[in-house]
């Protein structure tokens, strides 16, 4: 199966990944910038095809991470996904995002039975979500996601960008704590649960709280 896996809750990332190879990931690409997503996406993925000698006919599957994310960084990377799979007449899924962090903490040798993975959600709050891990399985959702103050969490090591930027208040790992959401892990986890036979999500955003923008109201008469 190969499947092109899209991620913007943070960064803009993309990767295209198989699991008929020895390793997973065939291309990929990701940004340091998390305020320009619309303008790279599109192009990434186009080289990221086209660097692979891929086109959407050899797709399978497109995955996108529905966050949880700033709305309009997240909605683009849902948009483009939900566009491919349309032009292409390929399958859909969604993913939470912080799984994709999730997954990488299974794997490292920080992983604890019970963990959190907390992202930056700006406004002085985090988008967080808890995890539980049994030897040899992947990571399973135990609550959230949620979005709100660092304070207000759970005391359990807590892994990703938004616990190193509270890591007065949390009790963050240092290998993690700058580290957002990408496309990489996002598809090996999703690869990982379709190869199991476990459904996933659609492409409904998570957005958890409103956007800051707003439609304007009727115009007030003058008297």
């Known amino acids: 199966m190969l499947i092109l896996a899209i991620d913007t809750s943070a960064v803009a990332s993309a990767a295209l990944l198989s699991?008929?190879?020895?390793?997973?990931?065939?291309?990929?690409?990701?940004?340091?910038?998390?305020?320009?997503?619309?303008?790279?996406?599109?192009p990434g993925i186009q080289k990221l095809l086209g660097?692979?000698?891929?086109?959407?006919?050899?797709?399978?599957?497109?995955?996108?991470?529905?966050?949880?994310?700033?709305?309009?960084g997240?909605?683009?990377?849902?948009?483009?996904a939900r566009t491919l799979a349309f032009v292409w007449g390929k399958p859909?899924?969604?993913?939470?995002?912080?799984?994709a962090i999730a997954l990488e903490v299974a794997e490292s040798t920080s992983a604890a039975p019970e963990f959190l993975v907390v992202t930056d959600a700006r406004r002085k709050e985090v988008y967080w979500?808890?995890?539980?891990?049994?030897d040899g399985q992947l990571p399973r959702l135990a609550d959230g996601p949620h979005v709100g103050?660092?304070?207000?969490?759970?005391?359990l090591p807590a892994f990703g960008a938004g616990a190193g930027l509270y890591s007065s208040v949390l009790?963050?790992?240092?290998?993690?704590?700058t580290r957002q959401p990408d496309a990489v892990s996002l598809g090996q986890l999703a690869l990982a649960r379709l190869s199991a036979g476990e459904s996933l999500l659609d492409s409904t955003p998570l957005?958890?709280?409103?956007?800051?923008a707003q439609v304007p109201g009727p115009r007030k008469r003058a008297l």
Do not use: Q
């Not at 103050?149 to 005391?155: G, I, Y």
């Open 171 to 177: 009790r963050a790992d240092e290998d993690f704590s």
């Open 19 to 42: 699991d008929d190879a020895m390793e997973s990931v065939v291309e990929s690409f990701a940004t340091e910038d998390t305020r320009s997503h619309a303008e790279v996406l599109a």
């Open 207 to 212: 957005y958890l709280r409103e956007s800051d």
């Open 51 to 72: 660097d692979a000698g891929v086109t959407g006919a050899d797709i399978d599957a497109v995955v996108t991470g529905v966050g949880p994310g700033p709305f309009t």
């Open 149 to 155: 103050f660092a304070t207000e969490l759970p005391d």
């Open 129 to 134: 979500a808890r995890y539980t891990l049994t």
């Open 74 to 80: 997240l909605r683009s990377g849902i948009a483009t």
């Open 92 to 99: 859909l899924h969604g993913l939470m995002s912080l799984d």
